[in-house]
Structure formats: structure tokens, C-alpha cells
T-cell receptor, first 109, second 115 residues
Framework: GIQVEQSPPDLILQEGANSTLRCNFS?????LQWFHQNPWGQLINLFY???GTKQNGRLSATTVATERYSLLYISSSQTTDSGVYFC???????????FGKGTKLSVKP | DVKVTQSSRYLVKRTGEKVFLECVQDMDHENMFWYRQDPGLGLRLIYF???????EKGDIPEGYSVSREKKERFSLILESASTNQTSMYLCASSPPGTGLLGKLLFGSGTQLSVL
């Protein structure tokens, strides 16, 4: 099956800093999503981005499907950005979404 | 605001009990999913459903069953709860016509402890 690797596993930032989270996947995919899980456990869908670039406020994501990776950019980080960021992928129409193990982000005031 | 609502945030049950976890969505989504999340193992798919009365096994269906009698409601059933089913359970739904390719929207989760 597809392997999904996220890096770094942990990241500590000072408020206002920028960061880049990476998701590598081992095979071609037709679905890639980024999620943020806040400290209370709620998973929020940030992006549905099988290819290309999208932006939503201070967050943006780029997926280069041919090179099998996706990047999540967080600019001017805030303490509310803390939590775990997951990348999830699938291929074909019947495959399950496979989740990476996540990047745990802590933003310090 | 669209929502996926799980009936309980925290639940404590005894070994051997039958446990029902309820999930309701108000977006008229056809597709609904149950995941469990465990430290070090990430999110794993238990069951999913594309339509009323329809269900498909995910990666770890053993020890679980599901029910989808109405479009908006998807129930996860633990027939005889065991301690290894202590976990965070997450329900999700996605828009019609997209199956497992759709943008997933999650409920807030149920932390189940089986003693």
C-alpha cells in the first residue's frame, strides 16, 4: 500500500515565524488532503489538493504529484495554529484515505 | 454552519457491554465514515457507507458493526466491548458523488474508555 511520511515529526515555533511542513508519498495519488487537529481533538480539513497550489489566509499548500510530495506553508504563525497537522492520500476510486503520522506544531507566545 | 455531530465526547463502558456510538450530519452527504485514532498508529478506517443501508469494511472492522438506517445518521456498534477498543473514535462525512475521494469533514470525536 501507499506509504505516507510527514516531516518534521515535531516543530516548535515562536509566534510570528513561518514554517513549512512536508508530506511524501510512495505512489501516485488522486486525492490528497491536509488536516489540522487542535489540542481538543477536533480535525479540521484545511485543503483538498491532489495537485497544484491553494491558499487560504495565512495557510497555503502545494502538491507536486509527479514528484510525490506536498508542502503546507504556515506564515506569521499564531498560538492557535498549535496542534497536529496530518496529510492523507489515496489512489484509485476505492482506496481508503491513508493518513501520515502527523507533524506536531507548538507555537509559543 | 455545516456539522458532523457525535453524540458523546467522553464515554466509559465495561468489558462485554454493547456500545453504540452515534454520528449525525446535516449536509445531506451520502458518504459517512468511522475512524479510530490511537497514539503511534494514526487514524485507521473501521467502516464506511455510501448510502442508506449500505456499508463497507475498512482496514480494521473486526469487533465492530455499523448501521445506516437514515441518510443523516451512521452508528458504530461494539457488540461486546473489550479493553483494546479503548480509543478516540472519529466520524466523518464527504459530499455526494465523491466516495473516498471527497473532502472529509470530521466530528469532534468520542473518547471511549473500556474498563
Amino acid at each position: 500500500g501507499i506509504q505516507v511520511e510527514q516531516s518534521p515529526p515535531d516543530l516548535i515555533l515562536q509566534e510570528g515565524a513561518n514554517s513549512t511542513l512536508r508530506c511524501n508519498f510512495s505512489d501516485s495519488v488522486n486525492n490528497l488532503q491536509w488536516f489540522h487537529q487542535n489540542p481538543w481533538g477536533q480535525l479540521i480539513n484545511l485543503f483538498y489538493i491532489p495537485s497544484g497550489t491553494k491558499q487560504n489566509g495565512r495557510l497555503s499548500a502545494t502538491t507536486v504529484a509527479t514528484e510525490r510530495y506536498s508542502l503546507l506553508y504556515i506564515s506569521s504563525s499564531q498560538t492557535t495554529d498549535s496542534g497536529v497537522y496530518f496529510c492523507a492520500v489515496t489512489r484509485g476510486s476505492q482506496g481508503n484515505l491513508i493518513f501520515g503520522k502527523g507533524t506536531k506544531l507548538s507555537v509559543k507566545p | 454552519d455545516v456539522k458532523v455531530t457525535q453524540s458523546s465526547r467522553y464515554l466509559v463502558k465495561r468489558t462485554g457491554e454493547k456500545v453504540f456510538l452515534e454520528c449525525v450530519q446535516d449536509m445531506d452527504h451520502e458518504n459517512m465514515f468511522w475512524y479510530r485514532q490511537d497514539p503511534g498508529l494514526g487514524l485507521r478506517l473501521i467502516y464506511f457507507s455510501y448510502d442508506v443501508k449500505m456499508k463497507e469494511k475498512g482496514d480494521i472492522p473486526e469487533g465492530y458493526s455499523v448501521s445506516r438506517e437514515k441518510k443523516e445518521r451512521f452508528s458504530l456498534i461494539l457488540e461486546s466491548a473489550s479493553t483494546n477498543q479503548t480509543s478516540m473514535y472519529l466520524c466523518a462525512s464527504s459530499p455526494p458523488g465523491t466516495g473516498l475521494l471527497g473532502k472529509l469533514l470530521f466530528g469532534s470525536g468520542t473518547q471511549l474508555s473500556v474498563l
